[in-house]
C-alpha cells in the first residue's frame, strides 16, 4: 500500500508543470479592487436588481441583489487583458455629453440601468426618458453591453 502510494506521488510530480505557468494563470485576474465599469440594472418598485462589475485586474464579477440590499447568486470569472484594455480606451474617449429631448414618451419605466465610471454613475438608461447620448459615449455603452453579454454562461 506505502508502495502504491508513493509511485502515486512520483507520478503526479512527473506531470507537474515545471514552469509554473498553470498557477500563474490562476493568479492573473482579480475580481477586486479599483473598477472599469460597473452596471446595475434595478428594478424601480422594489430596489432588487443585478450588479456586474468589469475590474481592472482583468476580472469581473456579477451579483444579484435583493429589496434589502443583500447579494446573491455570486459568479465570477476573468477578461482578457485585450478587451479590458479595448474597454477602457472606449470609455476614456467619452464625454458623456447628454441631450434631453423637448417631446418624449410617457411610460412608466419599470426597470433603470446605472453605468458607473471611475466611481461616478456616467448614464442612467431608462425606457421612455427622452435622453441620448453623443457619439463616442454611445459607442462606449455599446461596447460595455458587448462585454457584458459575453460575460453570461
Not at 11 to 33: I, L, N, Q, Y
Not at 55 to 74: C, H, M
Not at 82 to 107: G, N, P, Y
Amino acid at each position: 500500500m506505502k508502495l502504491a502510494l508513493a509511485l502515486l506521488l512520483v507520478a503526479s510530480t512527473a506531470f507537474a508543470d515545471p514552469s509554473g505557468a498553470e498557477a500563474k494563470k490562476k493568479v492573473a485576474c482579480r475580481s477586486e479592487g479599483p473598477t472599469v465599469v460597473e452596471v446595475k440594472v434595478v428594478q424601480l418598485v422594489s430596489d432588487a436588481g443585478h450588479v456586474t462589475k468589469i475590474f481592472e485586474g482583468n476580472g469581473w464579477l456579477a451579483q444579484d441583489i435583493d429589496k434589502a440590499g443583500k447579494t446573491s447568486n455570486e459568479d465570477h470569472g476573468c477578461m482578457s487583458p485585450s478587451d479590458i484594455r479595448e474597454l477602457q480606451d472606449k470609455l476614456a474617449k467619452a464625454r458623456w455629453k447628454i441631450t434631453t429631448a423637448r417631446v418624449h414618451c410617457m411610460a412608466m419605466a419599470q426597470t433603470a440601468t446605472a453605468y458607473t465610471v471611475k466611481g461616478k454613475v456616467v448614464w442612467t438608461e431608462k425606457m421612455c426618458s427622452g435622453q441620448t447620448l453623443d457619439k463616442d459615449s454611445a459607442a462606449a455603452i455599446d461596447a460595455v453591453k458587448a462585454e457584458v453579454a459575453k460575460l453570461k454562461p
